[in-house]
């Protein structure tokens, strides 16, 4: 069973550009977290959403940042007119339909964006 | 709001001794999970341990335990006979059960095992 899919690895941009980030949940997995690392720091929870649903999006700066779950494909998150700021680690994690039980989330390897 | 402290910012042990990793957490909640995540250089954040808070007991995993103090809101992980691959970052981190799942992270511990 492969594990949460991310891609790109690494991303570079300019200042400006946009950010697009990939993330395939475990299979069978219909929760989908997306958390931010900056350096020398935890994780900061920025958004979770379910198929094509967002939850909780309270992490999630207001504005040039967007996420998404369609039906189908990926979960993407947008970051537009990305700022020297934005550059941190991003991790996304996926959990299973369970109710009434604890959903551990499963994290991916994250994409490193790094804006110039 | 929910808060995790880690105090140690950076340890180090030798290989097969035993070391104790420290995370303490504020909240007003009374039924909420608690985990224990690793960080390897390769940056991929791995499960290490988990701990419902309704459970007294202890979790164990292998050569990780945890001691958890409810009252005192005390969350250390215990890593026996310690490897060199155990050489990672550990997060400590807090999930309110029956909330948004956010997990809320503490800023992490530098474990260095030496040979």
């Known amino acids: 069973n492969a594990g949460v899919m991310q891609n790109p690895r690494h991303l570079v941009r300019r200042r400006g550009q946009e950010a697009r980030l990939r993330c395939s949940p475990m299979k069978g997995h219909s929760h989908v977290y997306w958390y931010r690392q900056l350096p020398e720091e935890g994780l900061k929870f920025m958004v979770y959403l379910q198929k094509e649903n967002i939850i909780d999006e309270s992490g999630m700066p207001k504005e040039r940042f967007s996420a998404e779950f369609p039906k189908e494909g990926p979960s993407i998150l947008r970051i537009q007119q990305v700022v020297r700021g934005d550059s941190a680690a991003y991790f996304c994690a996926s959990s299973p339909e369970a109710t009434g039980a604890l959903r551990a989330q499963y994290f991916g390897p994250g994409t490193r964006l790094l804006v110039l | 709001a929910q808060t995790v402290t880690q105090s140690q910012p950076e340890m180090s042990v030798q290989e097969a001794e035993t070391v104790t990793l420290s995370c303490t957490y504020d909240t007003s909640e009374s039924n909420y999970y608690l985990f224990w995540y690793k960080q390897p250089p390769s940056r991929q954040m791995i499960l290490v341990i988990r701990?419902?808070?309704?459970?007294?007991q202890n979790a164990t995993e292998n050569r990780f335990s945890v001691n958890f103090q409810k009252a005192a809101k005390s969350f250390s992980l215990k890593i026996s006979d310690s490897q060199l691959g155990d050489t990672a970052m550990y997060f400590c981190?807090?999930?309110?059960?029956?909330?948004?799942?956010?997990?809320?992270f503490g800023k992490g511990t530098k474990l260095t095992v030496n040979p």
């Open positions: 981190a807090f999930m309110i059960q029956g909330g948004s799942e956010k997990l809320v």
């Open positions: 701990q419902e808070a309704y459970k007294q």
